[in-house]
């Protein structure tokens, strides 16, 4: 009997026609598919369940990955030939509008929770793209348009339910495991199967944001970055140095060529938007101004879909004012429409955390840095690669890592993920919790040696 044979024998019985050999590869993937097609795929709705598809890995030796909405840049949630257990099931939510608690399922996506707690006028910040699932965002520590408010959407995090390597199923939290409490915010899908998540909510309704575009110049960028780092925390931003997208306000003849973008979000008060977000609008000379109190899911339509593309990303933190015009000049020659240089300036209430206090240790840096090319099949991964990796080098982005921005399946990445004491402190929890390594489809922790400590 093949390894596969033995994972169908186990799970048949418990999921029937959830478990799915031979998937289509649209199925699982999010990006466009690439060889990576599991054999089979476990479809759980309860965490009883997922405990057993946990215990069929485990006891088989099956190549593994655990997957939500499949939105990992370097693809983690699928493995080729093996079992994915995929959580798409278990996406509901639930909102507690009194204690002031959002609960997650494990499957459940940024948009859907946010529309729910709308309806109550409070929001949990996530990250700009309504798609990304709550859990896969979480564990590596989720930067978006209510991070300088609110922090990382790991410091808004309350409590989980996690099942372990052993197919136990626990809850944790500041009181409960507190040692594996600290390692899931920052540590990736390294601990567990997570298949619910609390979180804080805050009071967010109608919020005062969008894009202003301007014409592509330094200076500019240089003006919105010290804006963003000078705004105060209810001004949260993100500035995309990219080609004019084909949109009805932007004259057709600027179209594909290069503008710097600001996504802004002031989610204080209203009356005290239009002061905090002058600086922004006199950064430069703007083409569009579409900031306006709008809801505050509307955020999430900003940002254009990239299902079905294939995307090549790299990312690091630390932007230089002085690469603003190499940046845009990059921008005028990638061989893709689709090409961005993405930057996230952090600050407000993301740095006010102890850098230990959980594993997302990079707190301290003013700005999040990325390089992204979505690759239409006229391009072909291979330039859309190499312009990724010549921007990259120009830019200077290179050493410490966001782990959810990490675009390669590389086992190095780990290192540039988690300073050497994250690392350590990391590798300790992860032997005690899954000293077999079962959870590596991910930027992978090693468990500590057992003479280690
Ligand atoms: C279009 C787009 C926009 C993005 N925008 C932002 C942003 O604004 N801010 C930000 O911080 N990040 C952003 N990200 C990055 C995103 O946070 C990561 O890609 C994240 O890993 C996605 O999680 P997922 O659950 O959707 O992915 P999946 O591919 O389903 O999972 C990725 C990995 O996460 C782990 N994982 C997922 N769910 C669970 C679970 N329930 N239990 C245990 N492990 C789990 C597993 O290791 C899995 O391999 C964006 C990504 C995309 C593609």
Redesign the pocket.
């Given at each position: 009997m093949t390894v596969l044979d033995d994972v169908s024998r186990r799970l048949a019985p418990v999921l029937g026609e959830r478990l799915i050999a031979n998937p289509a590869p649209d199925s699982v993937h999010?990006f466009a598919p690439d060889d990576r097609v599991p054999a089979l795929v476990a479809r759980p709705v309860d965490a009883r369940e997922v405990a057993a598809v946990v215990a069929a890995a485990a006891e088989t030796g099956v190549p593994f990955?655990?997957?939500?909405?499949?939105?990992?840049?370097a693809?983690?949630?699928v493995v080729a030939d093996g079992l994915v257990l995929d959580?798409q099931l278990m996406n509901g939510v639930h909102i507690d509008a009194e204690r002031r608690v959002g609960t997650a399922a494990?499957?459940a996506t940024a948009g859907a929770y946010t529309t729910a707690a709308h309806e109550h006028g409070l929001a949990t910040g996530?990250?700009?793209?309504g798609?990304?699932?709550v859990?896969?965002?979480t564990?590596?520590?989720?930067?978006?348009y209510l991070s300088r408010r609110d922090g990382l959407t790991i410091d808004n995090l309350l409590a989980a339910e996690v099942v372990l390597a052993d197919s136990t199923i626990v809850r944790v939290s500041e009181q409960e495991q507190p040692d594996l409490f600290w390692a899931l915010r920052g540590g990736?899908?390294n601990l567990?199967?997570?298949?619910s998540l609390e979180l804080q909510l805050r009071e967010t309704n109608v919020i005062t944001g969008g894009l202003l575009i301007f014409e592509p110049s330094a200076a500019t960028v240089a003006a919105l970055l010290s804006a963003a780092t000078q705004a105060p925390d209810e001004v949260s931003t993100m500035i995309n140095i990219m080609k004019a997208p084909p949109v009805p306000f932007l004259p057709s003849e600027r179209h594909g060529t290069p503008i710097v973008m600001a996504l802004v979000c002031h989610s204080g008060r209203p009356e005290e938007a239009e002061a905090a977000l002058a600086p922004f609008r006199g950064a430069g000379s703007l083409l569009a101004d579409l900031v306006r109190p709008q809801p505050y899911p509307a955020m999430f339509g900003a940002?254009p879909s990239?299902a079905g593309m294939q995307?090549t990303i790299r990312a690091g933190f630390g932007f230089d004012k002085a690469r603003a015009e190499t940046a845009i000049e990059l921008i005028r020659t990638a061989p893709t429409v689709a090409a961005v240089v993405n930057l996230r300036p952090m600050g407000g209430a993301i740095a006010r955390v102890p850098a230990d206090a959980t594993a997302f240790a990079h707190r301290h840096h003013e700005v999040m840095t990325g390089v992204g090319a979505l690759d239409p099949a006229a391009v072909g991964p291979d330039r859309s690669r190499d312009w990724v990796t010549e921007a990259a080098d120009k830019l200077g982005i290179t050493g410490p890592k966001?782990v959810?921005?990490v675009g390669e399946n590389d086992p190095d990445a780990v290192r540039d993920a988690y300073p050497e004491p994250t690392l350590r402190r990391l590798a300790e929890v992860k032997r005690t919790y899954d000293p077999g390594n079962l959870?590596r489809?991910?930027v992978n922790v090693e468990p500590a040696a057992a003479d280690a400590r």
């Open positions: 999010f990955a655990v997957r939500s909405t499949g939105h990992s840049y693809r983690h949630g959580l494990g499957g996530f990250g700009d793209t798609s990304v699932g859990a896969g965002l564990l590596g520590g989720g930067i978006g990736g899908g567990g199967v997570v298949t940002a990239q995307s966001y959810n921005f959870f489809s991910n």
